[in-house]
Every structure is written in structure tokens, then in C-alpha cells.
Nanobody, 117 residues
Framework: VQLVESGGGLVQAGGSLRLSCAAS????????MSWYRQAPGKGRELVAT????????NYADSVKGRFTISRDSVKNTVYLQMNSLKPEDTAVYYC???????????WGQGTQVTVSS
């Protein structure tokens, strides 16, 4: 199984980025997909999650109204559209796949997002 994130980078405050996470080696439609982030010196926190069908999404309060998670079942890819970025959004962003009935979890390697003020 591989989860490969891309799309991170350096952006000014107020700007936008779209992260992608391409999944392979798993049945994508059976997995809930999430984005987490970890800022320097802090623990990893949940940013957004989408159920296996994509019918339900949830967001951390800190990103509601600014970030949107979506998934493409043809490309086996989950996206995180990030708008109105703030310096406090600076972190390494990780993709995660979960299949709860088998208690199976996979992580990507992470992609750095840096927001300058």
C-alpha cells in the first residue's frame, strides 16, 4: 500500500494550495480518507476526513469554511483544497487511510506546507 502526497509548498498568507494524496495497493472505495497535520513542536492533529463514499465530511474547527476535502474514486486520490491560508496552518500534512472493520490504517510520508505572513 502506498499513499503519496503532493502539492505542498510555500505560500503567502491569504493564498491557496491544493494537496493531493494518490492511493495504491488498496481498495480505495472501502477506506475513509483523512488529512492530518503536524506543526513543529506539536502533536499530529486531524484536519479533515471523508467517509469511504465521500458522503460525509468533517473538519477541525480551525479550518472550517477554508479547507475542503474531496475524493476521486476513479483516480484513487483524495484532495485537500486550502484557501485563505494563515501562518498557523504551517505544518507537515499527512494523508491517512482507515478501514475500521479491519482496524487497518495507512499513512503517507507527508508534504510540507509553509505559510508566510
Amino acid at each position: 500500500v502506498q499513499l503519496v502526497e503532493s502539492g505542498g509548498g510555500l505560500v503567502q498568507a491569504g493564498g491557496s494550495l491544493r494537496l493531493s494524496c494518490a492511493a495504491s495497493g488498496l481498495t480505495f472505495s472501502r477506506y475513509a480518507m483523512s488529512w492530518y497535520r503536524q506543526a513543529p513542536g506539536k502533536g499530529r492533529e486531524l484536519v479533515a476526513t471523508a467517509t469511504s463514499t465521500g458522503g460525509t465530511t468533517n473538519y477541525a474547527d480551525s479550518v472550517k469554511g477554508r479547507f475542503t476535502i474531496s475524493r476521486d474514486s476513479v483516480k484513487n486520490t483524495v484532495y485537500l483544497q486550502m484557501n485563505s491560508l494563515k501562518p498557523e496552518d504551517t505544518a507537515v500534512y499527512y494523508c491517512r487511510a482507515d478501514r475500521s472493520e479491519f482496524k487497518t490504517t495507512y499513512w503517507g510520508q507527508g508534504t510540507q506546507v509553509t505559510v508566510s505572513s
